[in-house]
């Protein structure tokens, strides 16, 4: 199987997928799958805009809205995960995953799904750790702090992912698991990002959460975005251990390193994305938990019954004749539609693949549950290790040139 993996693609959809044609043509070959390591930017109208963190001056509705459309239909099937610039009501409204487009899939906030026989699994967001203990708070419309924590990563969904037990082929995050940078060459990457060398030498750059994730799960493969620049290295998990291949690339700039091919070894196709049985269990048995608070949550100590809701799963499948995800639906009007600019879609939207979703492994549906306060949340609002400087990681200066 080909794969293809991006970096970030920060709404380029036409010339990623004009590039990729073209290393079609001149390597005469035909790529089976793309994967987008975040800053997607599935943005469908202008309400849109107003829930992607980026300035004002920057917020553009680039090229997703024609392929929400079906004016454009993605040439290959895309897989995407969410970063730091995104617009977040929509991947809200797609918490657990679906086609934000057709034949293009966002893996939701944490995610595992199937293409052929290849495991894919993933973590949209950025890590902060002031974040990551507290629930999914955030309701649009959001408010200024409320924009750059949405796309925090919070330990339930962390969690969710630690519970997988089979191998996973693919695992792939917006920023780097921390760390990552001791097993390449570490000294390359501060020469073209000097601002980077503290963190660097000291272990502190990218994701602890990543981190654990990639210490529990080990994958052959793992692929990130994030801090715009290619980066590989090779991890060895203990003596005579498994290893994982780390690569990171770009964003879609010319003459940027943002667009990779590798083969993956795989059963012949056609291909096609398909449900995880292990992860439709997982979601079953950890909804009980889902967390909508900005109180401090703690998952370690949670002990759940993982083999039956396993076989419900499995019957649930067998008897449905299919572990295809629900169709794409769009939810609101694109861009360019008259009631585009009519329609107030500000707050939450119910997305009509998502309640299926939930109807169909017997869930309620909580994403537009107002958030619970606990006696101490509120002082939240003033908490002192907010910076909003902090999130933007990305360079300032990738904007102006895009």
Request: charged letters at 25%; a negative charge; glycine letters at 6%.
């Amino acid at each position: 199987m080909k794969i293809a993996v991006e970096g970030c693609m920060h709404g380029e959809l036409d010339n990623v997928y004009s590039t990729l044609k073209y290393l079609e043509e001149v390597e005469n070959t035909k790529v089976d799958l793309l994967i987008c390591c975040g800053d997607f930017q599935a943005v469908r109208n202008k309400n849109d805009l107003d829930s992607v963190n980026v300035k004002a001056k920057y917020r553009n509705m680039n090229s997703f809205w024609k392929y929400y459309t079906g004016q454009v239909i993605a040439p290959v099937p895309t897989v995407f995960i969410g970063g730091n610039h995104e617009a977040s009501n929509y991947l809200w409204e797609l918490y657990y995953g679906g086609w934000a487009a057709p034949n293009i899939y966002f893996l939701g906030f944490a995610g595992v799904i199937k293409f052929g026989n290849i495991r894919i699994a993933g973590l949209s967001g950025i890590y902060k750790e002031y974040s990551y203990h507290k629930g999914h708070y955030e309701r649009a419309p959001y408010n200024e702090k409320e924009i750059r924590s949405i796309y925090h990563v919070r330990e339930y969904d962390v969690y969710k992912l630690m519970q997988i037990e089979e191998p996973i082929d693919i695992f792939i995050s917006h920023d780097w698991p921390r760390g990552i940078t001791k097993y390449g060459d570490w000294e390359k990457l501060i020469s073209q990002k000097p601002f980077f060398k503290e963190e660097v030498i000291e272990g502190m750059l990218g994701s602890k959460a990543a981190a654990e994730l990639l210490d529990k799960l080990r994958p052959p493969f793992w692929f990130s975005g994030h801090l715009h620049c290619k980066f590989s290295a090779i991890i060895q998990h203990g003596e005579g251990g498994t290893a994982t291949k780390f690569l990171a690339l770009d964003k879609c700039l010319p003459g940027r390193k943002f667009l990779q091919v590798i083969d993956i070894e795989s059963e012949c196709g056609p291909f096609e994305l398909l449900y995880d049985e292990e992860w439709l269990a997982i979601t079953r048995k950890c909804n009980s938990m889902f967390p909508l608070t900005r109180q401090p949550t703690l998952f370690r100590n949670q002990q759940l019954d993982s083999e039956g809701h396993r076989e419900w799963v499995r019957n649930l499948l067998k008897e449905r004749e299919s572990s295809k995800p629900f169709d794409f639906t769009s939810s609101v009007p694109a861009y360019g539609h008259p009631l585009s600019s009519a329609t107030d879609s500000s707050g939450h939207v119910r997305n009509p693949q998502t309640e299926a979703f939930l109807q169909l492994l017997e869930l309620p549906y909580l994403l537009d549950s107002s958030p619970t306060w606990g006696s101490n949340d509120r002082t939240f609002d003033d908490d002192s290790e907010y910076s909003a400087a902090a999130d933007d990681v990305d360079d300032e200066e990738d904007f102006e040139e895009s």
